[in-house]
């Protein structure tokens, strides 16, 4: 930031604050009790949720319902060579309207913009409706097995129910709000290991190879057309995201094959059909084999109600823009939270840089951020 500059504002401010604590997953690096100390100051009560070393927080105000929830994380992924960036991936530089650094898109923008935004609305409505919560974990970006689903289950376990949640990755485009997610598709994977027999590659007829005793039924399983998707999700999708064999030797033929695959799948169809369809196509084949499972989220949307409204309404506000109300991309801790019986909607920065060299957000999307979430509450709260 030049010396010319003036101050940044106080949601940049926040944001450069929290940038420049390396936070890789699972780590926080007190990113957390840095915004439960400045959401206390305005009457929140702040409740950490720890749970298999991972840092989350349940930062509520109010007691009543609606429970409006603002969630989102602070871990980051890792930066990947720093000499390959433009600025210090954790120093938060500002040049030119730009704010540069790991996470400045995915999350922390959105999270300043949420502290800032419950700052605006408290002040505006010290006696608000319903209650505001921050559900904040340092487990979204890894396995996210003790993050929000180890607040969720606490909440479970006390009757806490969520009614509405604003998540805040970063669901925009071109523009801020052009996009919001009102739901995602489901995410199946599976390590699927073809068994073979190894032998001396001039011997084939004395070994078993699984690379060629796979291709047939990997390319019919490519070629299934799962559903047609709806109106609102696209068709499922298969993808192998990896293949390795092999002993690393030229004139080995491997005794086994391990194929990585994905699934994003919509409610056209279910995660048991997909796996009693793939299994089938494996039998048919004649295969020996075994295949492990991992279920990571089951599809959701929010349909128009409230909280959907009051997003888009608030976006229209202040942007002047009618949202694409989105179920595509990839999955977000909404995928938790919905089950519970709660609306949710994903609102945030422009996503064109997340997980990239050079992640950087527009400072002035940020401040318009803050507008529409504050927008957002209150219609829902004021």
């Given at each position: 930031m030049s010396a010319s500059s003036t101050e940044p504002s106080p949601v940049v401010a926040l944001a450069r604050e929290l940038i420049r604590r390396p936070s890789i997953t699972p780590t926080d690096e007190g990113c957390q009790q840095l915004i439960a100390s400045r959401l206390e100051a305005r009457g929140f009560r702040h409740e950490r949720i720890d749970r298999g070393g991972v840092t989350n927080s349940w930062i509520r105000r109010g007691d009543g319902a609606p429970l409006l929830v603002l969630a989102g994380h602070t871990d980051v992924v890792p930066t990947g060579p720093e000499s390959a960036w433009r600025y210090p991936p954790f120093d938060g530089e500002i040049e030119d309207g730009m704010l540069h650094g790991r996470g400045a898109a995915d999350m922390k923008g959105s999270i300043a913009a949420f502290v800032c935004a419950c700052e605006q609305f408290v002040s505006s409505h010290p006696d608000h409706g319903g209650s505001i919560a921050l559900l904040i974990t340092s487990d979204e970006e890894g396995p996210a097995?003790?993050?929000?689903v180890a607040v969720l289950d606490v909440l479970a376990e006390r009757g806490e129910q969520i009614d509405l949640c604003v998540v805040g990755e970063p669901s925009s485009t071109g523009r801020i709000g052009d996009v919001i997610k009102v739901g995602r598709r489901g995410s199946l994977s599976a390590t699927l290991t073809i068994r073979g027999k190894q032998g001396h590659i001039a011997y084939p007829h004395l070994a078993k190879n699984p690379v060629h005793l796979a291709l047939p039924a990997l390319e019919e399983l490519?070629?299934?057309?799962?559903d047609h998707g709806n109106a609102d999700f696209q068709p499922t999708s298969?993808?192998?995201?990896?293949i390795h064999a092999g002993t690393g030797a030229h004139n080995v033929i491997p005794g086994d094959l391990v194929v990585e695959m994905n699934f994003r799948f919509s409610p056209e169809v279910n995660d048991t059909t997909l796996r009693q369809r793939t299994e089938a196509v494996l039998e048919q084949h004649?295969?020996?084999?075994?295949i492990d499972w991992r279920l990571s989220g089951q599809p959701f949307q929010t349909s128009a109600g409230a909280l959907r409204d009051a997003v888009v309404d608030s976006i229209r506000e202040h942007t002047g823009i009618e949202p694409e109300c989105s179920t595509a991309g990839g999955t977000s801790d909404g995928r938790?939270?919905?089950?519970?019986?709660?609306?949710?909607?994903?609102?945030?920065?422009?996503?064109?840089?997340?997980?990239?060299v050079d992640e950087c957000v527009s400072t002035a999307d940020l401040e318009l951020l803050v507008r529409c979430y504050a927008g957002t509450m209150e219609r829902l709260l004021g």
């Open positions: 097995t003790d993050g929000t490519i070629n299934i057309e799962w298969l993808q192998i995201s990896n004649g295969l020996t084999y075994d938790f939270i919905a089950p519970t019986g709660a609306q949710v909607v994903e609102l945030g920065p422009i996503n064109a840089t997340i997980h990239q």
